[in-house]
């Protein structure tokens, strides 16, 4: 069975400073995809950016950024130049194409953003 | 393009009544997912739809739990009888499903669930 763990259950950023939000997971699968999704107080779970496990670069998408390290199954989120509306629950998630790709999410971490 | 649509967005009932939720998925989506989201807690996987048929309801409590997708496109998920432990944000998601690379999830607003 596949695990995903949030090891901070809260962090705190000054706006326009980077933060990042560690995840780590375990799986003996070889083919699997990891995310991260935003969760504000709306309860809308946005997709944040995404990873192929096969790909060694890692994702990349405006402000969010992703450090991949596949060997330590880890993969964190950089948010740079943060803003107000960053602040949310954030979430990491794992899904196996052997399982349907259903998604384990870890248990989350609140970002308050600072101005 | 339209989201995931659902309803209620809210719902409270007294304990033992029965409940259902609505979720309408993103149009082309031949996967459906129902999540069960605890206050505090990442949400969990309930059941999992590929067009009309069950692809993983393992973590569905079915002595009180039921769900369908007629036609493969909306689906229903009930409660009945209710209980206060089923307090939670019930989540929908859709996605173009297998075969389609990375099968990226969409979810909808959800529903809060409050059994009193």
């Known amino acids: 069975a596949q695990t995903v763990t949030q090891s901070q259950p809260e962090m705190s950023v000054q706006e326009a400073e980077t933060v990042t939000l560690s995840c780590t997971y375990d799986?003996?699968?070889?083919?699997?995809?990891l995310f991260w999704y935003k969760q504000p107080p709306s309860r809308q779970m946005i997709l944040v950016i995404r990873q192929e496990a096969y790909k060694q670069q890692n994702a990349t998408e405006n402000r969010f950024s992703v450090n991949f390290q596949k060997a330590a199954k880890s993969f964190s989120l950089k948010i740079s130049d943060s803003q107000l509306g960053d602040a949310a629950m954030y979430f990491c998630?794992?899904?196996?194409?052997?399982?349907?790709?259903?998604?384990?999410f870890g248990a989350g971490t609140i970002l308050r953003v600072k101005s | 393009e339209a989201g995931v649509a659902q309803s209620p967005r809210y719902k409270i009932i007294e304990k033992r009544q029965s409940v259902a939720f609505w979720c309408n998925p993103i149009s082309g989506h031949a996967t459906l997912y129902w999540y069960q989201q605890i206050l505090g807690q990442g949400p969990k996987l309930l059941i999992q739809f590929q067009n009309n048929g069950v692809v993983d309801d393992s973590q569905l409590p079915k002595d009180r739990f039921s769900a369908e997708r007629l036609k493969g496109v909306d689906s229903t998920l009930k409660i009945q009888p209710a209980k206060l432990e089923d307090s939670a944000v019930y989540l929908c998601?859709?996605?173009?499903?297998f075969g389609t690379g990375i099968d990226t999830q969409y979810f909808g607003p959800g529903t809060r669930l409050t059994v009193l």
């Open positions: 998630a794992c899904s196996l194409m052997e399982y349907g790709n259903k998604l384990v």
């Open positions: 799986t003996s699968e070889s083919d699997y995809y």
């Open positions: 998601a859709s996605s173009l499903g």
